[in-house]
């Protein structure tokens, strides 16, 4: 006898059916094109970072890359889960929820930048659509600038 393998959401889940949760589970969280691009090139340029790490042990909050000696925390934000002006777009299901976990995000964000920036880290953030040289660029004239600026004073 089969077994009935259909798959039912549980009260309260995220995921508003099993084509959208198979969708959700495929979207990455790191390594993603423009992060992979960006470090190829800002690796070109000779800096060497840590990869999807927590700038700070205790804040349970992770960088795309990270600096530590100069203290430079790159975040490549997507244009969806982070609430770009130019590109976010409301979900036409469950829109309540997705708004909702989207506005949460970018709260995240704004106390993670805070948090980092108290314990005296510089943060740079870049969206996934800006042109990946020009970030790279940016990350590495500022961990120059900020390593010359440690050993000089």
Request: net charge positive.
């Amino acid at each position: 006898m089969a077994e009935d393998l259909t798959w039912v959401a549980p009260e309260g889940s995220w995921a508003s059916s099993a084509a959208r949760r198979r969708n959700m589970q495929a979207i990455r969280s790191r390594d993603t094109k423009p992060e992979k691009l960006v470090r190829r090139l800002v690796h070109a340029k000779g800096l060497r970072y840590r990869v999807a790490a927590r700038p700070v042990p205790d804040l349970r909050r992770t960088a795309d890359l990270v600096f530590r000696p100069t203290k430079v925390a790159v975040f490549i934000d997507g244009c969806y889960w982070h609430g770009c002006p130019e590109h976010y777009v409301p979900p036409r299901t469950n829109s309540g929820y997705w708004s909702e976990k989207v506005l949460r995000n970018v709260e995240r964000d704004r106390d993670t930048d805070q948090r980092l920036t108290e314990a005296g880290w510089l943060v740079l953030r870049f969206w996934e659509h800006e042109p990946s040289d020009t970030c790279a660029e940016k990350i590495v004239d500022t961990v120059i600038s900020r390593r010359l600026h440690t050993t000089n004073g």
